[in-house]
């Protein structure tokens, strides 16, 4: 198996990118925090989340089914929320800067719920909410 690249690393994360062993094949992207390793990231990063001391980004899985994770970086523990395909979440930006066409940032946090806005290209912006107490992800409408 190809050893990973490293594509990213912070004070608090490293990203690798495993290149796959097809031709054509897709490659494995992982994220590590705090001695935790999350394979299939799916999102182009991450996003700080300073009132909670966490960092929330999205994997997935084959099939399509994909993940919203918040992750405690005091306690270490880590909340996946499976994101419902009907919600029109993508998350594939999250992480990138919000001056970005295509992009998913947080937009605020209000005690236990975080207001997570995602714009693509010509589209209108959408927001989405990540209650934390709860651990449900809905559209906000």
Same mark, same amino acid.
């Given at each position: 198996?190809?050893?990973?690249?490293?594509?990213?690393? =912070?004070?608090? *994360?490293? /990203?690798?990118?495993?290149?796959?062993?097809?031709?054509? &094949?897709? +490659?494995?992207?992982?994220?590590?925090?705090?001695?935790?390793?999350?394979?299939?990231?799916?999102?182009?990063?991450?996003?700080?989340?300073?009132?909670?001391?966490?960092?929330?980004?999205?994997?997935?899985?084959?099939?399509?089914?994909?993940?919203?994770?918040?992750?405690?970086?005091?306690?270490?523990? =880590?909340?996946? *929320?499976? /994101?419902?395909?009907?919600?029109?979440?993508?998350?594939? &930006?999250? +992480?990138?800067?919000?001056?970005?066409?295509?992009?998913?940032?947080?937009?605020?946090?209000?005690?236990?719920?975080?207001?997570?806005?995602?714009?693509?290209?010509?589209?209108?912006?959408?927001?989405?909410?990540?209650?934390?107490?709860?651990?449900?992800?809905?559209?906000?409408?």
């Amino acid at each position: 198996m190809a050893s990973p690249d490293l594509v990213h690393r =912070d004070e608090t *994360v490293t /990203i690798y990118e495993r290149p796959s062993i097809l031709p054509h &094949g897709t +490659g494995d992207r992982l994220l590590e925090v705090r001695d935790r390793t999350f394979r299939n990231l799916y999102s182009a990063s991450y996003a700080r989340v300073p009132e909670w001391t966490a960092i929330v980004f999205v994997t997935h899985r084959e099939g399509g089914s994909y993940k919203l994770h918040c992750f405690d970086l005091e306690r270490r523990k =880590d909340i996946a *929320v499976k /994101i419902d395909d009907a919600f029109g979440f993508s998350g594939s &930006g999250l +992480g990138q800067p919000n001056t970005k066409m295509l992009t998913c940032y947080v937009g605020k946090v209000e005690g236990d719920a975080l207001i997570l806005i995602e714009r693509a290209f010509k589209t209108p912006e959408r927001s989405y909410v990540f209650d934390r107490r709860t651990k449900r992800f809905t559209r906000n409408e």
